[in-house]
């Protein structure tokens, strides 16, 4: 795969949410133009400046086996049909700009409720992570009849 994005977008750089094994896979278009879309809403509603962080983007299918693994053995819940091997999900924190120029966290519940209402993916995880106090969001673009997955 390409170490570089087919689309230039304002957020993020051309290799960012690459597989961290080194493979060089990368987080597909759509999921980053639609994540970039949700920095776009995020602004225009908090009438701020607002960036997306990745944490976690494109994951090959043996990277995700160890990814599994580990949260197994940490006794957490896996997925049995991960969206990051088909390069179709990023996991991000997203971060506002105050009057004074320093950049705080938006909470994932404001993040996680505008993405569903967006339309523009297809699964929004953020329940979970609420639970275990990290505040993260999982956003993907998997088609499911309309419908949004949330946990």
Not at 28 to 55: P, W
Not at 109 to 114: E, R
Request: hydrophobic residues 40%; aromatic residues 6%; proline residues 3%.
């Amino acid at each position: 795969m390409s170490d570089r994005r087919q689309v230039d977008l304002p957020n993020f750089s051309n290799s960012e949410g690459a597989c961290p094994c080194g493979c060089h896979e990368l987080p597909g278009d759509e999921v980053m133009i639609c994540a970039q879309a949700l920095v776009f809403a995020l602004s225009r509603k908090l009438g701020k400046r607002v960036q997306c962080r990745l944490s976690c983007g494109a994951r090959c299918h043996k990277h995700d086996a160890d990814v599994q693994a580990i949260e197994a053995a940490a006794g957490r819940e896996t997925s049995t049909d991960s969206q990051h091997p088909k390069l179709a999900a990023v996991d991000c924190t997203f971060w506002a700009q105050d009057e004074c120029g320093a950049w705080h966290q938006i909470d994932n519940t404001t993040v996680a409720l505008l993405a569903i209402s967006s339309g523009l993916f297809g699964g929004v995880g953020y329940l979970r992570y609420l639970k275990n106090r990290v505040n993260l969001v999982h956003l993907d673009v998997r088609h499911a009849g309309g419908t949004v997955a949330t946990w």
